[in-house]
């Protein structure tokens, strides 16, 4: 079945018939959601070459159902060039839009609407003070209202793939153009974090109260709080083996940091550490582990008591993506020590 819907899909966008296209979409997600990964890594192996065959509209559809068959376990790879593709450049149109929109009308551009025709026309009409034509008006309002459709595939492949995080192709511009819109796009932030991510990073975490150290493995990571829950997990221990004690994280939080649920029961996370920089500074919660700087070409995270309880609720922003926090080694006393040296004495950390 889903072979003969991709034959069917393939055989609309040739003969350019937009309503075929939209009627076979969803029926194919639908037989995807019954099929293995094989059948599912060979769909998407040949939806990669359509995107520049279909309207821009159905383009973004398509999209989506590439990340939802990712999501249902097909292989991503052979679609993250084209999706990236097509995202930034819709996101460039969009900052092109953006920048159009405050010469035309004096105002900061309006909140978008996916896939609406009739606001794509009514945002054109209002660029018309602009030094453009009316197709290209349409093009750029249709690049702003877009924005955030285009990106949830590519949310998606990145989520479910350290492979792609890693070599991303088209990552620079893809960077680039995000750029553009971001100021603007609230809606596009969590595709700004995901796109800092860390895999396969190697940490070198002193914990100051206690003079031990250690050197962790982190990759998958959305933001700081998973982090702190996630290292309190893999340090905690006996004094004896030069693990800490009294940190250890409830294993509901455990479970929602990794790839469980949010149990709504749970108590509220309690933030064990302070984390703070080499340079006394404080790392905050709400960052990504890339904020951590490096010193000697590692990054040094420094776990101090905390200067106040902090709490937040379970879980993590990325559902999809699966942590990784591995504790390599302890450092031994001496080797802990010399690092500690080499950061600020003391953390200050505001209460």
Avoid: K
Avoid at 126 to 152: G, H, Y
Avoid at 294 to 323: C, E, K, N, Q, T
Wanted: charged share 25%; hydrophobic share 45%.
């Amino acid at each position: 079945m889903l072979d003969q819907l991709s034959d069917e899909l393939h055989r609309a966008a040739a003969d350019r018939n937009p309503l075929r296209l939209l009627d076979i979409l969803p029926r194919l997600y639908a037989a995807a959601r019954t099929a293995d990964e094989p059948a599912l890594s060979a769909v998407l192996a040949r939806l990669g070459d359509l995107f520049e065959r279909v309207p821009v509209r159905i383009g973004a559809r398509l999209g989506v159902l590439c990340g939802a068959l990712a999501e249902l376990g097909g292989d991503p790879e052979p679609v993250a060039a084209p999706l990236v593709a097509e995202l930034a450049d819709c996101l460039e149109l969009a900052g092109t839009f953006a920048a159009h929109w405050r010469t035309a009308t004096g105002e900061a551009p309006p909140e978008p609407v996916a896939d609406d025709h009739g606001w794509t026309e009514a945002a054109a009409d209002r660029l018309t003070a602009a030094p453009l034509t009316r197709e290209a008006a349409v093009e750029l309002a249709d690049a702003w209202s877009l924005a955030r459709l285009r990106s949830l595939p590519v949310l998606s492949i990145l989520q479910l793939s350290p492979r792609l995080r890693h070599a991303l192709p088209g990552r620079e511009r893809l960077i680039a153009a995000l750029g553009t819109v971001l100021d603007e796009r609230p809606d596009l932030e969590l595709l700004a974090g995901l796109l800092r991510v860390l895999d396969d990073e190697r940490l070198i975490v002193l914990h100051r109260p206690t003079g031990r150290g250690y050197e962790v493995v982190i990759g998958g990571i959305g933001d700081n709080v998973q982090l702190q829950t996630l290292l309190a997990d893999v340090l905690s221990g006996p004094g004896a083996e030069g693990l800490l004690e009294g940190v250890r994280p409830d294993p509901a939080w455990v479970r929602a940091a990794t790839d469980g649920p949010a149990d709504p029961a749970a108590p509220p996370v309690r933030g064990p550490f302070a984390l703070v920089d080499r340079h006394g500074r404080r790392i905050w919660d709400e960052g990504r582990p890339a904020d951590i700087p490096r010193l000697d070409g590692v990054r040094v995270l420094v776990l101090d008591a905390p200067a106040y309880r902090r709490s937040w609720s379970p879980g993590r922003i990325y559902p999809m993506m699966r942590p990784d926090v591995r504790l390599r080694r302890v450092l031994p006393a001496g080797e802990a020590a010399a690092w500690l040296s080499r950061v600020a004495p003391g953390a200050r950390v505001p209460a």
